[in-house]
């Protein structure tokens, strides 16, 4: 490694422990494109077995991930304005993700229709959705309590993607463990976990616009993702 290269590496360990923004950047940068990778192992998998369930679970985890590209992209941002209009769009995303989910989970309730894999199968998505899972809930607990808008923004989308990553591992698990009719169960618990995503992305939305009528008009640059 040249010297170069290992000032580089130093300054990125430094920068990896001690400051926090800078750490949530880059684990964010890593889990966003696992978002990407897993939702389109999803969307494949949810053609290949002619399940719509999972294409649609893949088109809300790549909106997720869009999201965490707001904010990697934007974690530096010092303009109050502007990185409150990212913090909006945020959970703009979040909220169209979450809405879509809950209202192709509530078809459930009129249909009987119940998830069913081989163990393989089934094991393989469970440990998946479980990781997913695990991610989500790290990168809740590992953003800073900084009051930042960015950061707020981040902890609202590992919240929201812990959520809906409950419901995957749920439907997973009854699809090789279940003896009766889980349809209702899945049903129950993707419209309750759903409408609590879209509550984060609504909370998000009004939080922009009180926030926004108290700060002065200058500086304000017009957002771009």
């Known amino acids: ?15 990896f422990f001690h400051d926090k923004a800078f750490r949530t950047s880059k684990i964010t940068h890593v889990t966003m494109y696992y978002n990407y990778i897993w939702a389109t192992a999803k969307i494949i998998f949810g053609v290949f077995f002619e399940t719509f369930f999972f294409v649609l679970s893949g088109i809300y985890t790549i909106l997720i991930a869009s999201t965490k590209r707001v904010f990697h992209n934007n974690f530096r941002q010092v303009e109050t304005r502007d990185s409150l209009k990212k913090f909006c769009k945020m959970g703009i995303l979040i909220l169209v993700a979450s809405a879509i989910f809950v209202i192709y989970m509530s078809r ?40 930042d808008y960015l950061m707020m923004g981040i902890k609202c989308c590992n919240l929201s993607s812990a959520l809906i990553a409950i419901v995957l591992t749920q439907i997973s ?13 899945n049903a129950i618990s993707g419209v309750c976990f759903g409408a609590l995503s879209m509550l984060i992305g609504v909370f998000m939305i009004i939080f922009y616009k009180k926030t926004i009528k108290k700060l002065p008009e200058e500086g304000d640059i017009q957002p771009t993702i």
């Open 1 to 15: 490694m040249h010297k170069g290269e290992q000032l580089k590496f130093k300054d990125f360990i430094h920068n």
């Open 108 to 147: 459930l309730f009129f249909m009987d229709y119940t998830y069913t894999y081989n163990k393989i199968v089934g094991i393989t998505i469970a440990a998946f959705s479980f990781t997913e899972l695990g991610i989500s809930i790290g990168g809740l607990v590992s953003a800073t309590k900084k009051n």
């Open 173 to 185: 698990l009854l699809s090789i463990t279940s003896t009766i009719d889980a349809a209702l169960y």
